[in-house]
């Protein structure tokens, strides 16, 4: 019987700083194929596990963390050429199939963009499919994570809208949180879907400014963040309103969330 | 159907020993729990449930689940052994059946099944109730799922197999007698009544005012099966430990996240889930409740929550 808990030990070929508490990590690819909003458990040797989603398109393993506590900390220690653990891929992501030929309009806040970015590089490959729309909120220009390929990424076709919640002297864009550039860049579209990743707080004023400007409840996508220990649907943590957020999730569709008789934002 | 004198008991006891470790019922400092068989225990049988369940023995409050060296080798840690599991009551049989339904459900969880595959279960049939059972209400007092079942009578047992298992013991043991006759005892109904309404109608407010958020509930509960994984550095050999040990969903670092925001802190939030997991969320999915009616949580319960009084809407 297989081992669902039993970590693959993996090394870590690339190391990039994207800011001063965030960093990109790619790992060897040994686990099945993944899809957009998938993650892994991730294991820093000696000192535990923690859920990461997977920032890539399969084959590649890329993960962006950022530090925040004792398994972030030691990974953040860790070289190139160092090992970690992975298990995985787990979750339901986002819609992929749904999203064919239709716009994708992608909301994000802090550490909320990884997810994300897979559906943006799916979506270069895919020539039928329709536009592109980022909005992405971090604290200070300092706090944003792949700044520079962003700047790209919009040179590609890819609608990139930033904000920060404060600047120091310098920053020539948004100031504000993210449903102020929301409110200038999304206009009503029925033909889009829309998905989010963030803070629990920033997802609920995203979600009801989408539906104020007459988006429907099957067009919203929000992926959940929620404790995780295995992953599987066995440890309980992550558990809502009868769901396993690990594995019904952790992305749902914004009607199916409130039919859940419990609070889940 | 077979029997067994009552006084050949200590001979079946020395027999089953044999096969592997034999796991009992007894009573110490006046709280019963199942223990590790020693020649001369008194059983504690026929008196209503044991205090904790022998959900320990297939669940263990802390279990190391591997091994791994600083390179990130990794190494089962579980050593399998034969178990026999004597005395279990037929609520409890119905909690192996609910937590074997979880454990089973993709993807298995090899730990439990490992122990859970190497145990022989030999039940006995429940014919007095505890002070707080309530398992007659949710269909949960027949036996399932055991090899062996020991029907209690005056000066003996009936004794029916269950499985190929349960067969072989009685043939080969040599202490059993076949007969035509058929149990007699009758079994007196548990004394709480329970009739579960739908969530909407619990209320949650006022019990939930009660509750201290202690956890003794779920500690006790047969069927509660939430844990937690860490990583242990041992301090000889640079070897660290992967463990798992139980965890509770009356606490509020179970749905804590970054940033330190919890999405369950409020006590009658946390008995909802606890009540909302036993009844409708593991019914639907899995077709019977989780909740056996054992009435464990309420004996355990110091602030006097009775879940068959709450599933019932009072
Ligand atoms: C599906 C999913 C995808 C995620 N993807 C990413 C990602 O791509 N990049 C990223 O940087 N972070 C991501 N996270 C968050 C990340 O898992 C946590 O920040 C990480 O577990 C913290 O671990 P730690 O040991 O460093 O912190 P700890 O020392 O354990 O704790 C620091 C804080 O994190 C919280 N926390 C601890 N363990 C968990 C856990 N297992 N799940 C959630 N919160 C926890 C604690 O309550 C505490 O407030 C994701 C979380 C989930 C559930
Ligand atoms: S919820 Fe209470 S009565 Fe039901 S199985 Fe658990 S301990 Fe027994
Ligand atoms: S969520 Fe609560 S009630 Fe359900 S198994 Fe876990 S600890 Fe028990
Ligand atoms: S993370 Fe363990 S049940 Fe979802």
Redesign the pocket.
Known sequence: MEDPYLPKKVKILKIMQETSD?KTFVVESVLPEHSPGQ?VELTVFG?????????SSYPAMV?????????????FELKEGDYVGVRGP??RGWPMKELKRRNAILICGG?GL??LRPIIYSRLLDKDSGSTLLCYGARTPDDMAYRGELEKLAKQGISINTTVDTCPMGWKGNVGVVTCIMDRAIKKDENAVCMMCGPPVMMKFASKMLLDKGFTKDQIYI???????CGVGKCG??MAGGKY??KD??VFRLDELEKLPERML | MHTIPREKLPAFLEYLSKGGELIVPAKKDGLSFFKSYEKGDRLYLEKGNTDYSAKQFFFPYKEVLYHYDKEGNFENAQEPRERILFGIRPCDLHALAVTDMFFSDEPADPHYLERRKRTTLIAIDCTTPGKNCFCDSLGKRDPIGHDLLLIPEKKFFYASAGSEKGKKLLEDSGLFEKTSESPSIKKIPCKKKASPVDSSRVKWEKWGKLCFACAACTSVCPTCTCFDIEDEIQLKGGKTERQRTWASCFTK?FT???????FRSARPEMLKQFVNHKFPYFKEKFGVTMCVGCGRCVTACTAKIDISKMISGK
């Open positions: 965030i993650f000192v535990g596990e923690a859920p990461i989603s997977i920032s993960l962006t963390v950022k530090k925040i506590g004792s398994v972030t900390n030691a990974l787990y979750g550490v990884p997810p992926s959940l963040e929620r404790m995780m220990k943590h992550c957020v690990c999730g952790p | 670092d804590s996240v970054a940033g330190g925001h919890s």
